[in-house]
């Protein structure tokens, strides 16, 4: 994926706007209550942190926002390191989810 923007949303918290990078406007697919999973080479090891969808299912940009977590090494890395045009790795939605809506009859 990449970052097409990153947006500052207060002091401690930003949002990474993601597009894919392959096809450019591809809708993201998922479920209200999933979440995607964010990795990150940190000082030689992968690190990985899970942040649920702050988008709409869907359109074409996954938005994620971080907290920026006292001590935290993968958020710290998100609010010092992650600039616009940046790729990150992205593993696709995970559970838990909420159910389907339930399919309408047309009756009344």
């Keep these: 994926m990449r970052v097409a923007e990153?947006?500052?949303?207060?002091?401690?918290?930003?949002?990474?706007?993601?597009?894919?990078?392959?096809?450019?406007?591809?809708p993201f697919d998922f479920r209200p209550g999933q979440y995607f999973t964010l990795a990150a080479d940190r000082d030689g090891a992968p690190c990985w942190?899970?942040?649920?969808?702050?988008s709409v299912p869907g359109t074409g940009q996954l938005h994620l926002?971080?907290?920026r977590v006292e001590q935290g090494r993968f958020s710290a890395h998100v609010h010092q390191q992650v600039r616009v045009g940046d790729r990150l790795s992205v593993r696709v939605p995970?559970?838990?989810?909420?159910?389907?809506?339930?399919?309408?009859?047309?009756?009344?």
């Design 6 to 26: 990153v947006r500052r949303e207060s002091a401690n918290a930003l949002t990474l706007v993601l597009e894919d990078a392959a096809v450019p406007g591809r």
């Design 49 to 54: 942190r899970a942040y649920s969808a702050t």
């Design 65 to 67: 926002t971080v907290k």
């Design 94 to 108: 995970r559970a838990p989810s909420t159910p389907a809506p339930p399919r309408l009859s047309g009756r009344c």
